[in-house]
């Protein structure tokens, strides 16, 4: 199984770019075997799905969150990204990366620890 | 989007008690749908996929079954470290969603 972890900024102002990384071992991320993905909980919430990006670069994001948000893949540096922009409040969330596995149908099978990003002024 | 609805949103349950959870779809989804346990200020481990498989290292007294717009995850003797929330995710389409949970507590 993959190990993933969660980098970033705690606290982000309002109006501001939220960005994260994830670092990845065990596997490599350009491998066609595995989606790699982001997803959030605000606190006190469900989950919440944010997007994948997959091997070969092409990404697929929440309709709610599109026009916000971009995710990334550094494959040299074996990690992926994540960018939220014009972040208010809402936004505040523990967010995990995640890698999902192929077996007739993607399965979100390793995961981030998670991090807290507070948006907050 | 499809929406997933779980039922109840609030579980109280006894050692040894056997529980079942509802997942149900706003649309037919196939079998394409995973249930996660989540304690709390950790991330969500994948139990069952595909409706009733189970992952690697899940303990047997869990199970999932179901297709289509209903599908049901049971617990069949309730162990201390089960009390958790639990979701379900659907992957048949994008966004993949997530149930909003169902909280399993001691009673």
């Known amino acids: 199984q993959l190990q993933l972890q969660e980098s970033g900024p705690g606290l982000v102002k309002p109006s501001e770019t939220l960005s994260l990384t994830c670092s990845v071992s065990?596997?490599?991320?350009?491998?066609?075997?595995?989606?790699w993905g982001w997803i959030r909980q605000p606190p006190g919430k469900g989950l919440e799905w944010i997007g994948y990006i997959f091997s070969g670069g092409n990404t697929y994001y929440s309709p709610s969150l599109q026009s916000r948000v971009t995710i990334s893949a550094d494959t040299s540096k074996k990690q992926f990204s994540l960018r939220v922009n014009s972040v208010t409040a809402t936004d505040t969330a523990v967010y995990f990366c995640?890698?999902?596995?192929?077996?007739?149908?993607?399965?979100?099978?390793?995961w981030g620890q998670g991090t807290l990003v507070t948006v907050s002024s | 989007d499809i929406q997933l609805t779980q039922s109840p949103s609030f579980l109280s349950a006894s050692v040894g008690d056997r529980v079942t959870i509802t997942c149900r779809a706003s649309q037919g989804i196939g079998n394409y749908l995973a249930w996660f346990q989540q304690k709390p200020g950790r991330a969500p481990k994948l139990l069952i996929y595909?409706?009733?498989s189970l992952q690697s290292g899940v303990p047997s007294r869990f199970s999932g079954s179901g297709s289509g717009t209903e599908f049901t995850l049971t617990i069949s003797s309730l162990q201390p470290e089960d009390f958790a929330t639990y979701s379900c995710?659907?992957?048949?389409?994008?966004?993949?969603?997530f149930g909003q949970g169902t909280k399993l507590e001691i009673k």
């Open positions: 995640t890698s999902a596995v192929f077996t007739s149908g993607w399965w979100m099978d390793s």
């Open positions: 995710q659907q992957v048949n389409l994008y966004p993949h969603t």
């Open positions: 595909a409706a009733s």
């Open positions: 065990g596997g490599l991320i350009s491998s066609s075997n595995f989606h």
